[in-house]
């Protein structure tokens, strides 16, 4: 069973920064990846990044490459999620996500958080 708990969720004007964290129970070799979704109201959750818990190989969705970085800390086991140059479109609730070999896909992962509220005013 793995747990994660999100934070550093808020406000925040167009422009603005946020780092969102996910603190991940993970302590196995299995080839784990760590991933960020998002879900506004009325609308599907949808995949923002993932990074591998071994080696830190990133990837991102097309609307948040070159913004959005993100990281892991294994020796804190936390993910982290820097938000720059933010849009009244990021306005989300975010979601961590732990899967074993998992990529693109909500239904990919196995474990989630409980969502952290991000809200860019314009």
């Known amino acids: 069973q793995v747990q994660l708990v999100e934070s550093g969720g808020g406000l925040v004007q167009a422009g603005g920064s946020l780092r969102l964290s996910c603190a991940a129970s993970?302590?196995?070799?299995?080839?784990?990846?760590l991933a960020w979704f998002r879900q506004a109201p009325g609308k599907e959750r949808d995949f923002v990044a993932k990074?591998?818990?071994?080696?830190?190989?990133?990837q991102y969705a097309d609307s948040v490459k070159g913004r959005f970085t993100i990281s892991v800390d294994n020796a804190w086991n936390t993910v982290y999620l820097q938000m720059n140059s933010l849009k009244p479109e990021d306005t989300a609730v975010y979601y961590c996500?732990?899967?074993?070999?998992?990529?693109?896909?909500?239904?990919?992962?196995?474990?989630w958080g409980q969502g952290t509220q991000v809200t860019v005013s314009s």
């Open positions: 996500a732990a899967g074993v070999g998992s990529n693109w896909y909500p239904e990919e992962y196995d474990y």
């Open positions: 993970i302590h196995s070799d299995n080839t784990w990846t």
């Open positions: 990074v591998s818990w071994v080696g830190g190989i990133a």
